[in-house]
């Protein structure tokens, strides 16, 4: 089970990226994906979480309304929409999955899921 983020750079305040996350040998159908992140000299913080069965998905409040997951099983693939991008939004962003997973909300621990990206990196400039 391997995933793969893609679609970090350089944005300004107030901007929007779409971050991808793709898997190479297992299909999107029913997978369980987390969004993280983690700045420089911070605990890494779920950003939210997606559950494709019923496309259910649940943010972390510092990005609540600003933040959104959908999936893509045609191009299998679950993408992180970031609107609204602030400074504090800086940092190295990573998927993680569950696979197979057939529950209708979210992994409930980071244990559980099976595979990490290696991350890639927002920058929000002022």
């Known amino acids: 089970v391997q995933v793969v983020e893609s679609g970090g750079g350089l944005v300004q305040s107030g901007g929007s990226l779409r971050l991808s996350c793709e898997a190479s040998?297992?299909?999107?159908?029913?997978?369980?994906i987390g969004w993280f992140r983690q700045a420089p000299g911070k605990l890494r913080e779920e950003v939210g979480c997606?559950?494709?069965?019923?496309?259910?998905?649940h943010y972390a409040d510092s990005v609540k309304g600003r933040f959104t997951i959908s999936g893509d099983n045609a191009k299998n693939a679950v993408y992180l929409q970031m609107d609204s991008l602030k400074p504090e939004d800086t940092a190295v962003y990573s998927c993680?999955?569950?696979?197979?997973?057939?529950?209708?909300?979210?992994?409930?621990?980071?244990?559980?899921?099976?595979?990490w990206g290696q991350g890639t990196q927002v920058t929000v400039s002022s």
């Open positions: 997606f559950s494709s069965r019923d496309g259910f998905a």
């Open positions: 040998d297992f299909t999107m159908d029913y997978v369980a």
């Open positions: 993680a999955a569950r696979y197979p997973w057939y529950g209708s909300s979210c992994v409930d621990e980071e244990y559980e899921y099976d595979s």
